[in-house]
């Protein structure tokens, strides 16, 4: 069933120290890959059948006063099969 | 003197903060997250915590219960509102405060006495400082780094509506080493540090944070 994804980060200016944490000890593991780490959040909501552009507004709106704190975050919504 | 102290599920600091309003010699009225019944107090206090666990973000979910709809309206007319560490996160979720209150910028949770700096107290929660004066409260959490964008940061700045700023190293990467804040109006305060925790030696490292409860009763008074 398709869902509705809701993805937030924090935006670029803003410090994340969770990220940091993490890049930091990527390379303790033995993953040298990783230049540096910015951690989110994603949100995977289901819906009665397909999600009607209806839907889609009403998460919008949801991501914009409520999942994501747009002083801070912004975010994405999406479709996923 | 009413002043109502919120309970959300999870709040820690409910009962220090009616400790510190009966201390100041108002009377302390419980109010609950899940009714939208300000009781007729005069002022409240958001007190400290974790309400819902922290989840979503810090404050994010109790910003939508229903005694902040409340408080939200009733702050808009000059209602006063005092919101303490987890509530200074709730008053910046409830958009009532600008800015964010983020991860500590060494991820570390922070648990120590701190000394900051009054700056404005022409607020209803600081009439009874003097500008200058330095303070010593008690601080804990790992989300205080106070953040805002530039032109927020200038309007506080220009004008006076940072109420506290920590002296010393900044301890929490705090834009502008803010430690608290007022809206334009001077009835809505939001402080990181707790006053509840400093209102008599026996407990606390000075008495110093009574005078934010103290100073709501002179505003009411006059």
Redesign the interface.
């Known amino acids: 069933m398709p869902k509705i994804i809701v993805e937030v980060m ?1 935006k670029p200016e ?5 990220g940091q ?1 993490v890049a930091a000890a990527l390379p303790r593991l033995g993953f040298t890959f990783a230049q540096s780490v910015r951690q989110g959040k994603r949100f995977e909501i289901e819906v009665a059948g397909e999600p009607t552009p209806a839907m889609l507004a009403d998460a919008e709106r949801a991501a914009e006063e ?2 994501a ?1 747009t ?2 975050e912004s975010f994405v919504v999406k479709v996923e099969q | 003197m009413r002043i109502g102290v919120v309970t959300f599920p999870g709040t820690l600091d409910d009962r220090d903060a009616a400790r510190a309003v009966e201390y100041a010699g108002a009377e302390a009225i419980s109010l609950w997250h899940g009714s939208d019944d300000l009781k007729h107090v005069d002022a409240v206090v958001l007190p400290g915590g974790f309400s819902y666990g922290d989840y ?2 810090c404050g ?1 979910i109790s910003a ?1 219960a229903p005694i902040m709809q409340s408080i939200i309206v009733a702050a808009e007319h000059g209602f006063p509102v005092l919101g303490i560490c987890n509530g200074f996160q709730v008053l ?2 409830a958009h009532l405060l ?3 209150l ?6 570390h949770f922070l648990c120590t006495d701190q000394k900051l700096v009054i700056e404005n107290n022409k607020t209803m929660w600081t009439n009874g400082f003097a500008v200058g004066q330095e303070i010593l409260i008690p601080m804990k959490n790992a989300e205080g ?1 106070f ?3 530039d032109a927020t940061l200038h309007e506080l700045e220009s004008e006076g509506r940072v109420i506290a700023r920590y002296v010393g190293a900044n301890p929490n ?1 705090s834009r502008a080493a803010i430690a608290g804040i007022t809206n334009k109006r001077g009835n809505v305060v939001g402080l990181m540090p707790h006053p509840e925790h400093a209102i008599d030696l026996l407990t606390g490292p000075s008495e110093d944070g009574l005078t934010f409860f103290t100073s709501i009763l002179n505003a009411m008074v006059k």
């Open positions: 924090l803003i410090l994340d120290p969770q944490a409520f999942l704190n002083v801070i | 979503l973000r994010a939508k910046a979720e600008p800015g964010a983020t991860r500590n910028a060494d991820m780094n953040n805002c964008d990467g």
